[in-house]
């Protein structure tokens, strides 16, 4: 839950930001997208990021919307804040199954992830991928708290619109 003092930074799809102030509290809301929430819990900066599609694409010229850039732009600005790679910790969330009968993008996105972190050497301690529902979730990058909020796929879609009826909360 939100304390006084603390402030909301939002990250959308394609963005990423990184933080060593106590007050900030990063949220996104996620679909089949998935957001890595990375931090080093010594030198107590951590960032989250938000992406579309697994992998790399060189010819879109909106690379922050694919896995691979997101991940590494996200690490190189963690350092760059302080962080060492060897301390870094992760965990995933999102990857869900929002339209079934098409290509679960969701699962493509949650592997990539996983497999990222695996390649890379990155402690992952987990996190909720996959499902068939949306997830709202904020992370306090100091301490390395994790909320997240399940949302039904079609609040999901609505979210701009309407804030959801009922959520499940669940801390990590």
């Known amino acids: 839950m939100m304390h006084s003092?603390?402030?909301?930074?939002?990250v959308i799809q394609g963005e990423f930001l990184v933080s060593s102030d106590p007050q900030d509290v990063l949220s996104t809301i996620l679909g089949s997208c998935v957001a890595a929430f990375m931090r080093d819990p010594v030198a107590g900066v951590g960032g989250l990021n938000h992406f579309l599609l697994p992998g790399n694409d060189p010819s879109d010229r909106n690379a922050m919307k694919y896995g691979l850039n997101a991940m590494e732009l996200l690490i190189n600005n963690l350092i760059r804040a302080g962080a060492r790679r060897e301390r870094l910790e992760a965990k995933l969330f999102g990857g869900g199954r929002m339209v079934p009968g098409l290509t679960d993008i969701g699962m493509a996105n949650?592997?990539?992830?996983?497999?990222?972190?695996?390649?890379?050497?990155?402690?992952?301690?987990g996190g909720s991928l996959g499902g068939d529902h949306g997830r709202k979730i904020r992370v306090w990058p100091v301490s390395g708290q994790v909320q997240q909020m399940k949302l039904p796929a079609a609040e999901v879609r609505e979210i701009v619109v309407k804030p959801p009826q009922r959520a499940e909360i669940v801390l990590f």
């Open 5 to 10: 003092g603390e402030r909301l930074k939002i």
């Open 110 to 125: 949650g592997q990539f992830a996983e497999d990222f972190l695996r390649r890379e050497g990155i402690s992952y301690l």
